[in-house]
C-alpha cells in the first residue's frame, strides 16, 4: 500500500530565504506526483506536476523535482514571501490504486515578515 | 481561467439527515473525484467516475454514499444518513484524462455534522 510521508510537518522562515520541503513515498509505481498549495480552511491549490519521466518542473519562484527510484521529490521555494505561508501537499497518482491520489500529511509552512 | 466549483461552501446538518453536496467539474474533463480532509487528518480518496458509472472506490466508501452525473454538468456526492464522523471538508476534483493528467480541485464543502 502506497505511503506518502513529508518533513518537516512544520516549518517557520523568515522572508526572503529559499526552502525545501520533502516528500517520501514507498512505492515507485506511480503515474505521477502533484504539489499543492492549500490555505487554512480552503481548498487545494495545483503548483506543479511532474509526470514519472520527468525529472523536475520549474513554475516562477517553485520548482520541483522528481527521483522516482528513491522514492522521492522536493519542492524548493526561491526568495520566500508572507503570501507563501500555507500548508504544502504532495500527492502520488498511483497505478495500484486506481489512478487515485495518495496525499502525504502536509508541511505548514509560515514565512515571517 | 476554468475552475472546478463546489456548493455549497458550508453545510451544517442533523444526524440522520440526507446531505447532497454539489460539484461543477470543468467542462471539458471527463474523470470525476471525490475526496475527503477530516479536520487536521490527511486527504482521503473517497471515489473515482469515469463515463457515467464508478471507476473505484475506498473502503470509506459505504452504502451510505453515492454520486451521480445528473445532468452532464453535474457531479455530486450524495450521504443518506450522515453520522457525526462524516463531518469533514469534501473535496472535488477532475482531470481530462487518466493517470497522467493534472488534476484540478474545488474549494471544498464544510459539512458539519450536529
Known sequence: KQEVTQIPAALSVPEGENLVLNCSFTDSAIYNLQWFRQDP????????????????????????????????????????????????????????????????????????? | EPEVTQTPSHQVTQMGQEVILRCVPISNHLYFYWYRQILGQKVEFLVSFYNNEISEKSEIFDDQFSVERPDGSNFTLKIRSTKLEDSAMYFCASTRGPGNTEAFFGQGTRLTVV
Do not use: H, M
Open chain 1, 41 to 113: 480552511g480552503k481548498g487545494l491549490t495545483s503548483l506543479l506536476l511532474i509526470q514519472s519521466s520527468q525529472r523536475e518542473q520549474t513554475s516562477g519562484r517553485l520548482n520541483a523535482s522528481l527521483d522516482k527510484s528513491s522514492g522521492r521529490s522536493t519542492l524548493y521555494i526561491a526568495a520566500s514571501q508572507p503570501g507563501d505561508s500555507a500548508t504544502y501537499l504532495c500527492a502520488v497518482r498511483d497505478d495500484n490504486y486506481g489512478q487515485n491520489f495518495v496525499f502525504g500529511p502536509g508541511t505548514r509552512l509560515s514565512v515571517l515578515p
